[in-house]
């Protein structure tokens, strides 16, 4: 119970990485807020957190939004009272396709979710932590916000932001009590996994060094780790859940 009387938000937070964060949450003792835009999805992801002992709220919201990100902050701590813990999840992927046969549309949307979308994100987070003196920000990033990915272009542009964004900021609030970390999951059995190794020109799909596709449960693990004490001297730094792929 690492995160005993904390308060968790995870955007994105239905289905995949983002719902197994939540339940970790929970089973860490946290009192767990989550968004998403699929209602029938959210409530699934609630009944699943109850299960582990944990108060929850589901609260439908697009990353998006700037009303509704401000909205999710605000309910957040007006029903649990405080902010402590915030995982950003919430993103899309692009096609796995070349760089000059991706549309504008496609880029745009993708920026907007994952870049823009973070910083709202961010944003509101940041300042209801500095009112409380302390916080702790962990992004999803991805392998491909530190190494280039073929066919995925636009993809990993928007995760490099990811980076920039998540280190620049722990430099901003280091001295304010706030940590701001990443999470870099590699090849993870996931719905979008499968929705990229569908149109992949590059190793998505391919066998990691370890011989096993890694899973949503690990990689929440690893955010609990960097939202908890444990990581206490931990700020502006990526941790790569990838199997060893980014160790060639």
Sequence with gaps: MILQ?????????????GRATAIAFGAAGAKVVFSGRRDA???????????????????????????????????TVATYGQLDCAFNNAGVESP???????????????????VRGLFLC?????????????????????????IGSSGFSPYAASKHAVMGMTRSAALDYANQ???INAVNPGLIATAMMDRL????????????????????????????????????????????IDGGLTAY
Excluded: W
């Design 5 to 17: 009387d904390k308060v968790a938000l995870v955007t994105g937070g239905i289905t995949g990485i």
């Design 41 to 75: 999805e959210g409530e699934k992801t609630a009944k699943l957190i109850r299960e582990t002992g944990a108060e929850c709220l589901y609260v439908h919201s697009d990353a998006s939004n700037e009303e509704d990100i401000k909205a999710l902050v605000q309910k």
């Design 96 to 114: 796995g396709k070349p760089l000059h046969e991706q549309s504008i549309e496609e880029f745009d949307n993708l920026m907007a979710i994952n």
């Design 122 to 146: 961010m944003k509101y987070e940041i300042q209801q932590m500095l009112t409380q003196g302390s916080g702790v920000i962990v992004n999803n990033s991805s392998k491909a916000g530190l």
């Design 177 to 179: 009590g706030i940590r």
């Design 197 to 240: 190794s569908s149109g992949s020109t590059d190793d998505v799909g391919s066998t990691v060094p370890m011989g096993r596709m890694g899973q949503a449960a690990e990689v929440a693990q690893a955010v609990v780790f960097l939202c908890s004490d444990a990581a206490s001297y931990i700020t502006g730094q990526p941790l790569v």
